[in-house]
């Protein structure tokens, strides 16, 4: 049973013979009264301050929640961007690798042709030579068979043969 402060200073008692001094019992009920009242006070105080701190400790295990989350979710993106990092660094290198050995490819491809090219031109210079060669032969034995040229050319080798000697 709850009793209220106004419900202890209201009791009455029965009067009986040689009983308790009403003037005390009165006092006392009075005084117990207001302390009841002051502790109930001081109760509901209590339980007004509790409900706050519930309520404050309610919310910072939501922000702890929120905190949590944000932190799982943020490592998460984290992994993420690392892994994407790398997968976007490996391509970016199998890609180089590739263009490298591409041009690398294209460099000896272009070094052959220019090898060929080289090899075509010589063959060409010795067949020029070859043939200005010949043609020159050709022309110096039309000269010495010439008769105008047969006979001063043999009087200019025999001087020449006098002073070779």
């Known amino acids: 049973m709850s009793l ?26 009075e005084l117990v009264s207001e302390e009841m009242a002051a502790l109930v006070l001081r109760i509901n105080g209590l339980e007004e301050r509790l409900e706050a701190v519930q309520s404050t400790v309610t919310d910072y295990r939501q922000m702890e929640q929120a905190l949590k989350e944000t932190m799982a979710g943020a490592q998460r993106q984290a992994e993420e961007a690392k892994a994407a990092a790398t997968r976007d660094g490996e391509l970016l290198k199998r ?27 010589q063959a060409g210079e010795r067949a020029f030579l070859s043939r200005l060669k010949a043609f020159l032969d050709e022309h110096r034995r039309t000269l010495e068979a010439h008769p105008l040229l047969a006979d001063s050319d043999t009087g200019h080798r025999r001087q020449e043969g006098t002073r070779e000697r």
């Open 4 to 29: 209220t402060p106004l419900e202890v200073k209201k009791q009455e008692f029965e009067k009986v013979f040689r009983g308790y001094d009403p003037v005390a019992v009165d006092a006392f009920l």
């Open 95 to 121: 890609e180089a690798k590739m263009e490298s050995e591409r041009m690398v490819a294209e460099a000896e491809n272009r070094r052959a042709s220019l090898e060929q090219r080289i090899e075509e031109l």
